[in-house]
Every structure is written in structure tokens, then in C-alpha cells.
């Protein structure tokens, strides 16, 4: 670690988080955080080898706790540039409940964690997912999802008797959306910013395994062939975003979410225009 220097936070490190850290991390201090120890070894030594700066700490996102303990041990490296929070579970990987505590209350305490030393100048992304923009709503269950405290979240999803990972992981994101939208004034008081970014379908392990999968691999590979850019997305495509958000030529974007999703919520919504 140099002293003084910048900090990158990258919180999830599979295929988007890696990215990410690779594009910021040049001439900054990274710090990485997974709940997954032998990943997180691998790649903070790679990471290393190729001459990042780099600490580690092993952690998960559901304990507000370790979240806490992470971002004041940030504070300690340098000022805070960027957070990025990747980490997360798709449908086929999990219950219901378990995408709700991940993918919901994990992505709230992330954002509270944080909230308490970012300074001005730093700029946090939480990345949400295309199916959050295809998830609607009712407005009361929004403000819900967006204002509650965090320890209150899971609660709220037990209410909604949801037992399909499908539908709990389009609640869950949307309600990353969300919580970004409502944090975007408290975040400005200090200088800071924080976005959101809706990945579509990404050629990392977890898309792959969601393509594979017998429920809806199908549609998914249909999709991907449907697809207004004609490709599948790339960990970079969504790190070359993430970059862009946290530099100065995106300075007066907060509080909003961009969908780096090659067209195909689009076309879903409008057709192929013929």
C-alpha cells in the first residue's frame, strides 16, 4: 500500500468485480472483500502479481457488522475514490430467501456501510440488473423497499410470500435501484455520488450458468440472439461503464441507473420495430 493514495473498493470479486478492479485499481490502493475465501485468495494474488496494490478480507454482505469493519479499515488506506459492489446471486443459484438476503438486504448494508466514510470526490456503484427495470412495482411497495432501515428489509420480503428465486431476484433488484435513488441526496452532502448499473445477459461464470440452466436457459440464449447489438455482454463492457461513472466526465450523473444492456430491454418493450 502506498499512503496517501486513492482507494478502490471492490466488493465481490467474480467476473464483473475482477474487471472493475482491474480498470480503477491501476495507481490506486484496491481493497477487495468476498464471502468466498479461495476466490478471494486467487484473485487478490493475481491481482498482486500484476503489480496492483492490494488488500483482502474475507466477508459477507448480509452481516452489517463485517461490512462496517471493511469500510473503516478502508478509511485507514487513503482517501476513498470509488466503491463497487458486485456481489450477488442469480436464480438458479440460490432459494428465494437466500437472493433476498444477498441480493437485497446485502446490497443495503453495503450501501450503509460506506455512507459512513465516503468524503467528497468518491463515488459508489452498486450493480442491479436488467430484470430490475422489467420488475414493476406497486409505488407504496417501492417507497418501502427504497426508505425502510436495512434491518428492516427481510421483513418486509418475508410479507411478500415469495418462494420463486426468478421473481425474488427482480424484487431484490429493483429494490437496488431504488435504494440508490434514495441515497443519492445523503450522499451529496458530503461531495459523493452513487449510481447504479443494470447489467443484461454477461458472459461471466454466473451468466453462463444461468444460460445452461433447464428453467429458462432457453429464453435466455434467445435473448441473447435477440439481442439489438447482436452479442453477448462482456465483463469489460460493464467495467468500461463502471470507469466512466466513477470519473469526472460523469460528475453530474447520481442517483440514477444505467442499463448496460446491448439493447434488449428495448427491444423487449417495443419489439424489433417492424
Not at 439481442?227 to 442517483?255: H, N, Y
Request: hydrophobic letters at 45%.
Amino acid at each position: 500500500m502506498t499512503t496517501g493514495r486513492a482507494v478502490v473498493v471492490v466488493v465481490g470479486v467474480g467476473g464483473m468485480g475482477v474487471a472493475c478492479a482491474r480498470r480503477l485499481g491501476i495507481g490506486r490502493n484496491l481493497f477487495v472483500t468476498d464471502s468466498n475465501a479461495s476466490n478471494l485468495e486467487r484473485v487478490a494474488h493475481d491481482l498482486a502479481r500484476d503489480g496492483f496494490a492490494v488488500e483482502r478480507a474475507v466477508s459477507d454482505v448480509t452481516d452489517i457488522d463485517a461490512m462496517r469493519e471493511g469500510a473503516d479499515r478502508v478509511k485507514t488506506m487513503g482517501p476513498i475514490a470509488a466503491i463497487v459492489h458486485t456481489a450477488g446471486l442469480s436464480p438458479t443459484m440460490a432459494s428465494a430467501d437466500k437472493i433476498f438476503a444477498v441480493d437485497l438486504l446485502g446490497t443495503a448494508n453495503v450501501i450503509d456501510a460506506f455512507e459512513a466514510v465516503i468524503t467528497a470526490g468518491s463515488v459508489g456503484v452498486c450493480i442491479a440488473s436488467m430484470a430490475g427495470s422489467l420488475t414493476d412495482l406497486e409505488p407504496d411497495l417501492e417507497r418501502q423497499l427504497a426508505t425502510l432501515p436495512s434491518s428492516e428489509l427481510m421483513a418486509v420480503a418475508a410479507a411478500l410470500g415469495i418462494t420463486d428465486p426468478t421473481v425474488a431476484y427482480g424484487y431484490a433488484k429493483r429494490a437496488n435501484q431504488l435504494r440508490v435513488e434514495a441515497a443519492a441526496s445523503r450522499w451529496g452532502r458530503v461531495g459523493a455520488r452513487i449510481v447504479s448499473v443494470s447489467p443484461g445477459i454477461i458472459s461471466t461464470g454466473m451468466g453462463h450458468q444461468e444460460m445452461a440452466s433447464q428453467t429458462f436457459g432457453g429464453v435466455m440464449r434467445s435473448m441473447v440472439e435477440t439481442t439489438p447489438v447482436g452479442r453477448i455482454g462482456t465483463a469489460e463492457d460493464v467495467a468500461a461503464v463502471v470507469e466512466w461513472l466513477c470519473s469526472p466526465a460523469a460528475s453530474f450523473i447520481s442517483g440514477t441507473d444505467i442499463l448496460v444492456d446491448g439493447g434488449i430491454t428495448a427491444a423487449m418493450h417495443w419489439g424489433d420495430g417492424e
